[in-house]
């Protein structure tokens, strides 16, 4: 099992452990070592407990850096939506994770590798064990590649306001004129999409898609604002 989630990192993620075990023991759950005590094997909460601290402050980081007038109330509720067990959950399920846990039996017939506490806790004692086997470069390639495109997709658009946060940012030095033009609505009433321009002082600044006005007024704020960081 270890050796197929080897193979997988690699493949998928470029990443090579120069030692093993560690990684062994970022997916092994302790009812795993209590079935097998006779091979001294650790399980995943030490490396769980560091992994936790870096993914917390490489995405801190990161935010920090890409929203730069973004105020500290907005900042720590967006990083509490991406640094949160729901989250985590999902990015190791994104990443194939759940079918490389090895489980005691009891828990494989409950069909752990399907809760999201685990799966969280999982995909932090991974980060764990990469940032002790090679150091902070390699984990933050690694969020790059399955964390923060995500920001990018919207997946973490319900936190704020995007509208409100780019009003503050366009107007921080002073008024901005800012209006929201609808450009085109096709479709039947039950499944019509918008699309929406945003214009600030008379120029286009973005656009968005959306299956109400108030959606693509708020996709199209969106994509201004990642434009203008």
Same mark, same amino acid.
């Given at each position: 099992?270890?050796? $197929? ?9 470029? #990443?090579? =452990?120069n030692d093993p075990?560690?990684?062994? $023991?970022? =997916?092994?759950?302790?009812? /795993? ?10 399980? /995943? $909460? ?27 109330? %907005? ?25 490389? #846990?090895?489980?005691?039996?009891? $828990?494989? %017939? ?11 806790? #999982? =995909? ?11 150091g902070r470069e ?6 790059h590649q399955v ?21 503050? /940012? ?7 004129? #800012? ?24 120029? %286009? ?25």
């Open positions: 099992m270890i050796t $197929e989630l080897a193979a997988m990192l690699k493949e998928r993620f470029g #990443i090579v =452990f075990a560690l990684l062994a $023991e970022a =997916f092994t759950q302790a009812s /795993y070592v209590n079935e097998h005590q006779d091979q001294q094997l650790k399980y /995943y $909460e030490r490396v769980e407990f560091l992994g936790d601290a870096v993914l917390e402050l490489v995405v801190s980081e990161y935010l920090y850096k890409r929203y730069k007038d973004m105020p500290q109330g %907005k900042l720590t509720r967006l990083r509490a939506a991406m640094v949160c067990e729901e989250s985590f959950a999902s990015f190791a399920r994104e990443c194939d994770f759940p079918k490389y #846990i090895r489980l005691g039996k009891g $828990e494989q %017939k409950a069909r752990a590798w399907e809760r999201d506490s685990l799966l969280c806790d #999982i =995909f932090e004692s991974f980060v764990g064990a990469l940032y002790l086997d090679q390699p984990v933050l390639k690694f969020v964390i923060f495109p995500k920001l990018d997709e919207g997946r973490f658009d319900g936190v704020f306001d995007y509208k409100t946060t780019l009003q503050e /940012y366009l107007q921080r030095d002073g008024d901005v004129a #800012i209006e929201y033009q609808l450009i085109e609505q096709e479709g039947p009433a039950n499944e019509r999409s918008y699309e929406v321009a945003v214009v600030a002082d008379g120029q %286009k600044i973005g656009e968005g898609r959306g299956h109400s006005k108030k959606e693509a007024e708020q996709s199209a704020a969106r994509q201004a604002y990642s434009q203008l960081q």
